[in-house]
């Protein structure tokens, strides 16, 4: 069973400069997820999907980042214009159901952001 | 708002040696507990979940958790590592009201052969 694709796997860019990060969840999963892990500290939510709906976006920073999955499948994370403590590594997370009440969320190898 | 605490930030141990990683958390609903693990230049991949029944539950690779609901406590265990535990160990709590899965802060574990 492939796993979830993350790319690009690292991306270098400047302060307000914008970047895109493309998720491809496994086959089938409902649910979707983008978490923030910033160096030093746990994953933190930014936004989930379900299906092609957005469930939860409360932690995302509306004002630069975006997130869309317009036909439930794949997904795209969008930062314009970037900030320095942007840098992070952005992991994408999919599960069949709601994956917070199974708990078993499949995430792929993450995209790690450096903002200069 | 929910929180999960991992006190202990780096752990150095020599193989054999018995592993205790604490968990505590904030919230006093009703929840859902799991630890998470990252070995070096993997993603992050379920290691043991809690749900209901048993406190004491058990995961892959020998690891096991006990969940005390007095102490709002997870705490996860290993009798004797290996040098392949090296890695980084991560809480996650759900408040099952509602339904955000909450990582701690992580704790890297390195073990010496």
């Known amino acids: 069973e492939a796993g979830v694709a993350q790319s690009p796997r690292y991306k270098i860019i400047e302060k307000r400069q914008s970047v895109a990060f493309w998720c491809n969840p496994i086959?089938?999963?409902?649910?979707l997820y983008w978490y923030q892990q910033i160096l030093g500290q746990g994953p933190k939510l930014l936004i989930q999907f379900q299906n092609n709906g957005v469930v939860d976006d409360s932690q995302l920073p509306k004002d630069r980042f975006s997130a869309e999955r317009l036909k439930g499948v794949d997904s795209t994370l969008k930062i314009q214009p970037a900030k320095l403590e942007d840098s992070a590594v952005y992991l994408c997370?999919?599960?069949?159901?709601?994956?917070?009440?199974?708990?078993?969320?499949?995430f792929g190898e993450g995209s790690r952001l450096t903002v200069l | 708002a929910q929180s999960v605490s991992q006190h202990n930030h780096h752990v150095i141990l020599s193989e054999a040696a018995s592993l205790e990683l604490g968990c505590n958390y904030s919230y006093g609903g009703t929840v859902n507990l799991f630890w998470y693990v990252q070995y070096p230049g993997q993603h992050l991949q379920l290691l043991l979940k809690y749900f209901s029944g048993d406190p004491l539950v058990k995961g892959i690779k020998g690891f096991e958790a006990e969940f005390i609901k007095s102490k709002f406590s997870f705490n996860l265990r290993k009798p004797s590592v290996q040098w392949s535990d090296t890695a980084e160990y991560f809480c996650a709590v759900n408040d099952v009201g509602f339904q955000k899965l909450v990582f701690g802060t992580g704790t890297r574990l390195l073990v010496s052969p």
């Open positions: 997370a999919s599960s069949p159901t709601s994956g917070a009440n199974t708990g078993e969320l499949f």
């Open positions: 086959s089938g999963h409902a649910t």
